[in-house]
């Protein structure tokens, strides 16, 4: 029983972390919270369940696609709508987010409906058994899937020239800029790979439940930010830690017969690791001259 849990959570906890990763990223840089990020994630699952029903693809081929998409996706909403008030009030940047977020969530109730649309089959569910464990094959693709791209994340972010630049805007935006970095360019990037994620936890999701709607991406995206703020917001391994974390808090609730509370599990975690470690688990305090 237990470790069937574990797996059941840490199913659950890979998508979140998926998500997290974007918030994470873009606030490690210009210290904003994406709430459009979690319909990006909606947006994703809907491309996917497209990609399916109209071209037939097989899963990895809807993977890239959504991913793809997303990132185009991602990087127009932050050319178009954040690049302009990026030397803005922050409190104007993020009550923009909010009017991108509830955009996208108008836009496919308008397209598609209110109802839940079924994720048209792509992978064959089969159950496999370890000696008395058991899970189904979907569990074991969205934690390989969501492993491998972990690692390709933290590759790109360690060993690459934009990975470095990266890492170089996190920790001091205006200097890295005077030093050559491209500002824009390496922001266009965070959130094209951000999006990319969201859109692979967005179609990982809808095929585990077969179920894709306009407003899967609210409570997901407020999950992962919870995620995000549990590992420490700013840092990528807090976040993937974060997302494990809040999916087998959420699933060990639900079996311990809170299901009426599960949405509640992840803010009630959230609180309880404030109150000891603000900074996030992760995370590090920041000394800023004033």
Do not use: W
């Not at 996208?104 to 994720?119: A, D, H, I």
Request: some cysteine; aromatic content about 10%.
């Amino acid at each position: 029983m237990l470790l069937q849990q574990i797996i059941n959570g840490l199913t659950l906890g890979a998508t979140y972390a998926l998500i997290a990763l974007g918030y994470t990223m873009v606030y490690g840089i210009i210290q904003l919270i994406n709430f459009a990020h979690g319909d990006i994630y909606m947006i994703g699952a809907f491309i996917g369940v497209a990609a399916v029903a109209l071209f037939h693809q097989n899963f990895f081929l809807t993977l890239a696609t959504a991913m793809l998409a997303c990132m185009v996706l991602g990087v127009t909403i932050e050319r178009v709508a954040y690049r302009p008030l990026r030397r803005a009030p922050r409190l104007n940047l993020l009550i923009t987010t909010i009017g991108v977020s509830i955009f996208l969530e108008t836009f496919m109730t308008v397209l598609k409906g209110p109802q839940p649309t079924g994720f048209p089959p792509v992978l064959k569910n089969v159950t496999l058994r370890v000696g008395t464990l058991e899970f189904s094959s979907i569990q074991l693709v969205i934690l390989l899937v969501s492993v491998a791209l972990m690692v390709g994340l933290q590759f790109i972010v360690k060993y690459t020239k934009i990975g470095k630049a990266m890492r170089a805007a996190s920790e001091d935006y205006d200097t890295a800029s005077l030093m050559g970095i491209n500002i824009n360019r390496v922001i266009s990037f965070t959130f094209a790979i951000g999006s990319a994620l969201a859109a692979a936890g967005g179609v990982l999701v809808g095929i585990y439940f077969n179920s894709v709607s306009p407003y899967m991406g609210v409570t997901a995206g407020l999950k992962a930010f919870v995620a995000a703020v549990l590992g420490g917001i700013g840092n990528i391994p807090g976040a993937m830690l974060g997302g494990l974390l809040l999916g087998l808090a959420e699933v060990f609730g639900v079996a311990a017969g809170f299901s009426t509370y599960k949405d509640a599990i992840a803010f009630t975690l959230l609180i309880i690791i404030l109150l000891v470690r603000p900074t996030g688990l992760l995370g590090r305090p920041i000394q800023r001259k004033v």
